[in-house]
């Protein structure tokens, strides 16, 4: 089986997403976003423990982490929130598949209608507004 390239998460800074196996580490990342040690991260996931840095490698280097040495052990700290990671991954997956980029086009298309009527826009908007302010 040939492995393509992963395709830039343009709502991302054009990050390249994540293999599964690097959703996987990241995912341990995620549960603590003060930071979290190589050593922890390696004790987390069976295999070698070169294999383990090179995904932390790749994670690194695609911009998910910041990493900062730590005696003789790394810092990894996310870069990137789950809820981002999530939200870019949608937004590809609606702008590849029907054409659109925003919620309200989204929605409107799933009303059957061409576009919004301004008062249901409005809705959706403030809908949106509270969501990201919680």
């Known amino acids: 089986m040939v492995k393509l390239p992963s395709e830039p998460l343009e709502f991302l800074g054009n990050r390249k997403s994540l293999s599964e196996t690097e959703l996987e580490y990241m995912k341990v990342i995620w549960n603590h976003p003060e930071g979290i040690s190589s050593e922890?991260?390696?004790?987390?996931?069976?295999?070698?423990?070169?294999?383990?840095?090179?995904?932390?490698?790749?994670?690194?280097?695609?911009?998910?982490?910041?990493?900062?040495?730590?005696?003789?052990?790394?810092?990894?700290?996310?870069?990137?929130?789950?809820?981002?990671?999530?939200?870019?991954?949608?937004?590809?997956k609606m702008k590849k598949t029907f054409g659109l980029t925003n919620l309200p086009e989204f929605i409107a298309a799933f009303c059957g209608k061409k576009e919004l009527s301004e008062e249901a826009l409005q809705k959706i908007n403030n809908l949106i507004q509270e969501l990201e302010n919680d």
Do not use: C, M
């Open 40 to 92: 922890d991260i390696y004790r987390s996931f069976p295999g070698a423990q070169g294999t383990k840095s090179t995904i932390l490698f790749r994670i690194s280097d695609k911009g998910y982490v910041n990493v900062q040495r730590d005696g003789v052990h790394y810092l990894y700290r996310p870069q990137v929130t789950e809820a981002e990671y999530r939200q870019a991954l949608i937004k590809k």
